[in-house]
Nanobody, 115 residues
């Protein structure tokens, strides 16, 4: 059974930091492009960042320079370090695993940036 379990969300003040984690099981992790997406109320889900099996990264323009995606292949886990958070970063953040054959989503974790 495939599982992607996110953690690390919460409430943080503007300018603060959070680190999201996504622990995976049931997949051959090293075969998957890993990514983080987010969805704010009333908006479509959007790409935040991805990291390939060779650690090539890609970021949405809105988070470049503030967010960092990384992966630990020994732990089958992907991370999203979020710094200099803004109220517009408030959303439900989802972990995504994609291979040539299939893809999977986690249940997500809520991030709220507010004073």
């Amino acid at each position: 059974q495939v599982q992607l379990v996110e953690s690390g969300g919460g409430l943080v003040e503007p300018g603060g930091s959070l680190r999201l984690s996504c622990a995976t099981s049931g997949i051959i992790y090293n075969n998957y492009l890993m990514g983080w997406y987010r969805q704010a109320p009333g908006k479509q889900r959007e790409l935040v960042a991805t990291i390939s099996i060779i650690d090539s990264t890609n970021y949405a323009d809105s988070v470049k320079g503030r967010f960092t995606i990384s992966r630990d292949n020994a732990k089958n886990t992907v991370y999203l370090q979020m710094d200099s958070l803004k109220p517009e970063d408030t959303a439900h953040y989802y972990c995504h695993a994609e291979s040539y054959w299939n893809d999977y989503w986690g249940q997500g974790t809520q991030v709220t940036v507010s004073s």
